[in-house]
């Protein structure tokens, strides 16, 4: 089974800071992962798609890319609303493996 | 628009069987292109995917969960539906559905979430 290893496990940075997640897998998955946003309390909201796509109504602060084993998320400059736990995703064989999430927190 | 809305107990006792059911509204549970899926998460922890199921009734388990969840689709009533038997208190989490793109396997729709606890 694929195994998605995300770090750092929690970040803390600065309004405006640009902040970077990586998300590696333990073997070549192209470009099969998705990011999602998840506020303390509410459901994941689906932010990247295919690594790279940007998910309609996303703002064009985050991004994604990567393809293989190694892939990142950026917020160019960080905003306040942005605070949350941010998971990568994929999908294989019919099956959906998550990373483990990173806590992202205002310094 | 799309929505989901998950509903079902919210306290199930230790060895006995958690049922929910997730409703879908403003869309077609019959869509070629979803999956539907249901995801977990512990107090706490992380996101959970339990497993996913395909309007013609096809369904995925993750494997450290196979051998006690079942999946099923009512199309007639646009409700799929989660059995997990023989509950501990490992299972007490928010349990998700979601629709799953059929194409990057992405959730785009999620239900806001049920609290289950499992608990004497």
């Known amino acids: 089974d694929i195994q998605l290893t995300q770090s750092p496990s929690s970040l803390s940075a600065s309004v405006r800071d640009r902040v970077t997640i990586t998300c590696r897998a333990s073997q070549d998955i192209g470009k099969f992962l998705n990011w999602y946003q998840q506020k303390p309390g509410k459901a994941p909201k689906l932010l990247i798609y295919?690594?790279?796509n940007l998910e309609t109504g996303v703002p064009s602060r985050f991004s994604g890319s990567g393809s293989g084993t190694d892939f990142s998320f950026t917020i160019t400059s960080l905003q306040p609303e942005d605070i949350a736990t941010y998971y990568c995703q994929h999908y294989d064989t019919l099956r959906i493996t998550f990373g483990q999430g990173t806590r992202l927190e205002i310094k | 628009q799309l929505q989901l809305q998950e509903s079902g107990p919210g306290l199930v006792k230790p060895s006995e069987t958690l049922s929910l059911t997730c409703s879908v509204s403003g869309g077609s549970i019959n869509s070629s292109s979803d999956y539907w899926g249901w995801i977990r998460q512990p107090p706490g922890k992380g996101l959970e995917w339990i497993g996913s199921i395909y309007y013609s009734g096809s369904t995925y388990y993750n494997p450290s969960l196979e051998s006690r969840v079942t999946i099923s689709v009512d199309t007639s009533k646009s409700q799929f539906s989660l059995k997990l038997r023989s509950v501990t208190a490992a299972d007490t989490a928010v349990y998700y559905c979601?629709?799953?793109?059929?194409?990057?396997?992405?959730?785009?729709?999620w239900g806001q979430g049920t609290t289950v606890t499992v608990s004497s």
């Open positions: 979601a629709r799953i793109d059929t194409g990057y396997a992405d959730m785009d729709v």
């Open positions: 295919d690594a790279s």
